[in-house]
């Protein structure tokens, strides 16, 4: 058995067999995987900085090479009016905030602040480790920001101005805001128990009535900011849900709460009565620790719409009459420029071809297998890869006409679509504070004829023994810790209805690639037809596939020395010159007519076949395949048991498509398929009655990952599949969807128990307190224990 390759010493990825790239650092040469790996810690040992190596954590490595940089692009950032959206000017500094791409431990931060510390200009360098914020006070005068920013490149990192997400900013405000409330009310409510309670009869034998009267007013100036600051945001609910005439847990919340707080003015006056400050500190603490919780479990849905500006250069090249290049934003483009895209490059937006030949990498928009072959008058899409030559494009849409931009109409039209569990329970809701109030408004007026003395205690009574607590948190609270539950298992839920909803599907979408599939081309196996053995084929065909971006070639490993003359035939294949023999890798009839033969036929099915050649004809077939995940039949079996129907749909027009689905068992298997093709299937089934949960990843799954009933995004997926999606698999392990199917039950069952419970409690103390039988303070507590009981039952999703 072949060892397994040794580790990239600064990246982490596996070292080619045969890399002669290595650095010195800390004092021992150390093996590196490629010479872009070199450089950088090259640079960073010269830097005096070689530190960063021995403070690092185990797995602090970059898992992918940062983005390559023309220093065009970056001189960008020079520009005034470029600066002026991230730029503040003091001075003679100035001031800004940048993200850091490529950081993985705090020997990053340390990296980065000590290179730029040490440059001259730089007065100030402070990395946020929790967000990747990086802040820059220094003299433009003396280092302009393009140098900065190619610095930080030097050693690693790329950085882009910081762009503040509204959406995201805004929750986290609100949740700062909310865990400050929940603060404040735990603290003051823990003093004015034990003052109120010293004015108990059964703790005040000894009180004098000016201590008495000392502690009434205390526990009012306690409680006081607990209503007005802890409690204003239910007053608030309250009044537009009446101007609006609909009904929340609001309106309840707050007739309870001022009520007690009135109540509890009125004895602090009058020196008469119990004093019910205690229970308003109860009622704001767990009302509000019940609503954080259900606030954080629905943060994780704001659709980071922002993401996908990601997926388009900053920048590109325009051409101007006599062909020459000038690098411009991508905001200065019209309609009809002429763009030079060089290979590796993206599209900056939609056009045809007007010059050139190459292969156009469209896997995240169309989710096709491999890079397909473009040429002049050829249609392309912003956001997709140019992989192998320079191509001219005529720009024909830019903006929201682009086609990546109905992507997002379609998104957002899914969006609309979806179910909303929550408008049931909210009908639910209404009717049962209507009744409460109802019978609130009843039986103050019975007790009013009978005793109106009691009345307005057997009312405050009433609303504080059926305040909807137990029913706030019932949900909310059993959905927080299964969610808390499977994000140890690699499932993050990123919408609530998750796990009520999973009982109700019936079928299965999947894609194909990196979902059911691992995403990456290997080679499976080498037949030669000549003298040479597999090693010495595999060899000229790694030195014909050096330095080429195509997917293909990873598939074929690293090595030292590529071919001479190399040329590209888009769609057909790659020919050069290896050791002054010429070679073809690539479709049969292309490498065939090397040598003038006609092309051998493919001897099996499977696969995707590639052939090598020289000038005397072909040399060996080499197999490529994308391997199935391990645990991918785990879960498709586990739908069967449950009797859901599984579809296959894929962008990929490839033979491979019939083949996974032969492999996995799966009967209804359509390839090819555009974006809203897929979401036309989606809508067919829900249509027909069919509950539908998607499986998928890449931006041609966005539209059905959001108009599914439930949809699962992989972890490797793009940023904006995983927001658009109902949960995203951060471990990329099939198996761990099949946890959550029994998770989902046990759910279900604990918050039928905790609904059950809560109205249960409501049920029976209504009746009680209507008569009279429950005072005010063991209606608080009442409320408590049932809010508890509800709460510990919900905790026990956290044991596997």
């Known amino acids: 058995m072949s060892s397994s390759p040794l580790p990239c010493y600064h990246c982490g990825l596996p070292v080619p067999a045969g890399s002669r790239f290595e650095a010195r650092v800390l004092g021992a040469p150390r093996a590196l995987c490629c010479p872009g790996c070199q450089a950088v810690a090259e640079a960073i040992v010269a830097g005096g900085l070689e530190n960063y190596y021995r403070h690092r954590s185990d797995n602090a490595v970059n898992p992918q090479a940062l983005p390559k940089a023309l220093p065009d692009e970056l001189e960008l950032y020079d520009r005034e009016e470029v600066q002026q959206d991230f730029v503040q000017h003091q001075g003679e500094l100035s001031e800004t905030s940048l993200l850091i791409e490529g950081i993985s431990c705090a020997a990053c931060g340390w990296l980065i602040e000590k290179h730029l510390r040490t440059l001259p200009g730089v007065a100030e360098a402070r990395l946020n480790l929790s967000n990747h914020r990086l802040t820059l006070r220094w003299a433009d005068s003396l280092l302009p920001l393009s140098q900065l920013l190619k610095e930080l490149r030097s050693i690693g990192y790329a950085g882009h101005p910081w762009q503040d997400d509204e959406a995201s900013t805004r929750l986290a405000a609100e949740n700062r ?25 059964e703790f005040n034998v000894d009180l004098s009535p000016e201590l008495d009267k000392i502690l009434r007013w205390t526990s009012l100036f306690l409680t006081t900011p607990i209503v007005f600051y802890c409690c204003g945001q239910f007053f608030r609910g309250a009044l537009r849900d009446l101007r609006t005439r609909h009904l929340t847990m609001d309106v309840s919340v707050s007739l309870a709460i001022g009520g007690a707080y ?37 943060e994780r849905t704001a659709a980071a719409t922002a993401q996908l500006v990601s997926l388009l250069p900053p920048s590109c090249l325009r051409l101007d009459a006599e062909e020459r290049s000038e690098r411009v934003l991508l905001r200065e483009l ?23 030949q190459s292969s156009v ?8 297998y491999l890079p397909l072959p473009r040429g002049i008058g050829d249609a392309v899409t912003a956001g997709t890869l140019n992989v192998e030559g320079p191509l001219t494009l005529q720009i024909s849409a830019l903006g929201a006409d682009t086609r990546l931009s109905a992507i997002v109409r379609l998104l957002e039209r899914a969006q609309t679509d979806k179910p909303r569990i929550a408008e049931l329970a909210d009908r639910v809701a209404q009717w049962f504070l209507l009744i409460v109030l109802g019978v609130a408004a009843i039986v103050g007026l019975v007790w009013w004829q009978i005793d109106s003395d009691r009345a307005f205690w057997i009312v405050l009574a009433l609303l504080v ?32 209805h998750v796990l009520e909803g999973l009982k109700q599907i019936d079928t299965l979408i999947v894609d194909k690639t990196g979902t059911l599939s691992e995403g990456r081309l290997t080679l499976e ?20 596939e050096h330095g080429s971006e195509h997917p293909i070639a990873r598939a074929f490993g690293h090595c030292t020395q590529g071919a001479e003359q190399l040329a590209s035939e888009p769609g057909q294949g790659l020919q050069g010159v290896v050791d002054g023999r010429r ?72 033979p491979m498509v019939g083949e996974v689905a032969r492999q996995l068992g799966i009967d209804d298997a359509r390839g090819g398929l555009t974006p809203d093709a897929k979401l036309a299937v989606l809508k067919q089934l ?42 995203v698999l951060l471990s990329n392990r099939l198996g761990s969807l099949v946890q959550a199917f029994s998770m989902a039950r046990r759910t279900r069952r604990i918050i039928l128990e905790n609904l059950a419970w809560a109205t249960l409690y409501n049920g029976l103390v209504l009746p009680f307190a209507a008569l009279g039988m429950v005072t005010p303070l063991w209606a608080a507590v009442g409320m408590s224990v049932s809010s508890l009981l509800v709460v510990l039952n919900a905790l026990r999703l956290s044991r596997p």
């Not at 990498?361 to 096709?368: H, N, R």
């Not at 645990?631 to 129907?645: N, V």
């Open 686 to 727: 829900q249509q027909a009655g069919h509950r539908v949960l998607m499986l998928g990843d890449g931006v041609n799954d966005v539209p059905v990952l959001a108009g599914a009933d439930i949809s699962v995004a992989m972890g490797s997926a793009t940023d904006l599949a995983k927001t658009s999606a109902d949960a």
């Open 361 to 368: 990498d469209e896997s995240l928009l169309t989710g096709e």
């Open 465 to 496: 023994a059926t305040c909807p607590c137990a029913l706030s948190l019932a949900t909310p609270t059993a959905l927080t810790t299964a969610t808390g539950s499977l994000h140890k298992l690699g499932l993050l839920l990123t919408r609530g």
């Open 262 to 298: 009135v109540a509890g003015i009125w004895s602090t006056v009058t020196g008469i009565g119990e004093l019910y400050f205690d229970a308003v500190g109860m009622f704001a603490l767990f009302l509000l620790a019940g609503r954080y919780l259900e606030r954080r479990a629905r």
């Open 583 to 654: 070679l073809r890798i690539g479709q049969p009839a292309y490498v065939a007519a090397l040598s003038g033969r006609s092309a051998p036929a493919i001897p099996g099915e499977h696969g995707q076949w590639l052939l090598l050649g020289d000038e005397r004809g072909p040399l060996a077939w080499f197999v490529l395949g994308d391997r199935l995940r391990d645990d991918a039949p785990q879960l498709l079996e586990a739908c069967r048991t449950q009797g859901w129907q599984i579809i296959l749909l894929s962008g990929d027009s490839s």
């Open 177 to 201: 805001k909310s865990l400050r409330q929940i603060g404040v009310a735990g603290l003051l409510w823990m003093q004015v128990m034990m003052a109120a309670m010293a004015t108990w009869p």
């Open 525 to 544: 196996r080498i037949e030669t037809l000549r003298e040479l053995d597999g090693d010495a084929c595999l060899a000229l065909a790694a030195a014909l």
């Open 334 to 356: 019209q309609v009809g420029d002429r763009v030079l895209v060089p290979p590796g490059a993206l599209l900056p937006a939609d056009g045809h071809i007007v010059a050139g």
